[in-house]
């Protein structure tokens, strides 16, 4: 088979226009050059005459600028060479030491003669280079994208697969959205600008997943950030939120500064500042809550605008449950549409919770604490106000007795993760 000579001259000016393209220096450019070299002498190939090497006995000198490239292979000279050695060690009398002054320990350094690199060997280390050049990209990727974890951006719908994923490009990188972190209902379409939540970076061997979201909470969370004045300054903190991707989400907020009314500043008047976000999110229903480190007090306002007359608490080694009094004309509002209602309320508060009307506590002989609501406590600008008027047009009327049972059993069972538990179904 013939020998091919490689055009150093041409590949080295290829790999520096490879380097400026992607903006890498010329010493990285230079040691992902050397690193392809050597890997491809670790072993023998079928088109290469030159014996396999450790990866320690090759030394590799490139200079961009110079238009050189020196590989030697590098011995160690012995008496005798074991089997085990045969490739890294030369044996004193080997034709290629003779009339040096050489004796055993000292190194021999082989030139290799790049026109010995057959056909074959020149294209491996074509193909290492470029894998090496891909994988550092990658990685460079992942690094570039840190800093957005846990950030919002506008991102590009690349490709999309009704039901199973979206494919979204962002400053030339491509994100990936699977089906569960669209947000309901949602049907995208290519060249669409879409705003997205990074919600993992997930590091691989060679490079970066990229995970947007529209479904998790988070969202929300910067949605409110993003849009909400005194949450951008801290005058307003964010507690605590959780979400129902497309049905509710229930954000819980404190204020830092005595005279602001934390629920009051996100809503705005007649729910002004509010009202981007919920586009946003396709008209899905937003409960902003005061804060309290008072469990009572916090699922008070959690419940609004349904209203309870008591609480009861009662603990396990395991969980917390908190059973909540109503009457009986308020026992449908409180658990909400799907039992979703009360299922946030009690991740938001950290409690099992347990609906009872107050014919059913009085049946059981239950006593409870008294739960009472300030008559001048609420402003033009409230959450009871806001949500009553916002309320969604729901018959519970027209709700079955088996319905009405199967959203009891999912009250009990406020630990389950519901959004996992649909799409097992």
């Given amino acids: 088979m013939a020998k091919n000579k490689l055009a150093k001259s041409s590949m080295l000016e290829a790999v520096k226009l490879l380097g400026e393209q992607n903006e890498i220096s010329s010493e990285l450019i230079v040691k992902i050059l050397s690193d392809s070299f050597i890997k491809a ?65 000292d190194i021999f350094e082989e030139e290799i003669n790049l026109d010995d690199i057959l056909y074959g060997k020149a294209q ?115 507690v605590n939120i959780v979400r129902e991707a497309g049905m509710k989400t229930k954000v819980a907020v404190k204020s830092n500064t005595p005279e602001v009314d934390p629920v009051g500043a996100i809503i705005g008047v007649k729910g002004s500042k509010i009202a981007p976000i919920i586009t946003e999110l396709k008209g899905e229903r937003i409960d902003i809550i005061k804060w309290s480190d008072d469990t009572t007090e916090l699922i008070k306002e959690a419940v609004l605008p349904a209203k309870i007359i008591g609480v009861k608490y009662e603990s396990t080694e395991d969980s917390q449950t908190a059973i909540v009094i109503v009457e009986d004309d308020q026992f449908l509002p409180t658990i909400g549409k799907r039992g979703i209602n009360v299922m946030l309320v009690a991740k938001l508060a950290n409690h099992k919770i347990d609906v009872k009307t107050k014919t059913q506590a009085s049946e059981e002989n239950m006593e409870y604490e008294p739960v009472t609501y300030s008559t001048t406590r609420f402003s033009s600008n409230n959450n009871a106000d806001y949500l009553a008027s916002k309320e969604e047009n729901f018959d519970f009327d027209e709700l079955t007795l088996d319905e009405i049972a199967e959203m009891g059993d999912d009250i009990e069972d406020n630990d389950v993760d519901y959004k996992k538990k649909d799409e097992e179904e």
């Fill in 41 to 105: 002498f670790e072993k023998n190939g079928p088109f290469d005459s030159l014996k396999p090497v450790e990866l320690s006995k090759i030394d590799v000198n490139i200079d961009l600028d110079k238009e050189i490239i020196d590989i030697k292979r590098v011995w160690t000279v012995a008496d005798k060479v074991a089997e085990e050695d045969r490739f890294t060690h030369i044996g004193i009398d080997n034709e290629l030491l003779k009339g040096k002054s050489l004796k055993a320990g």
């Fill in 124 to 238: 491996h280390i074509k193909v290492l280079f470029l894998q090496k050049l891909k994988e550092h990209e990658k990685a460079k990727l992942y690094e570039e994208f840190k800093s957005k974890k846990d950030q919002l951006i506008v991102a590009t719908v690349f490709k999309y697969e009704k039901g199973k994923y979206a494919i979204l490009e962002f400053e030339g990188a491509s994100v990936f959205m699977p089906s569960r972190e669209f947000l309901p209902g949602e049907i995208y379409e290519l060249g669409q600008k879409l705003l997205v939540y990074i919600l993992e970076i997930e590091k691989e061997t060679s490079g970066a997943q990229i995970i947007a979201s529209r479904a998790d909470a988070n969202f929300v969370r910067k949605l409110i950030e993003k849009e909400i004045d005194d949450v951008q300054d801290g005058v307003v903190e964010i």
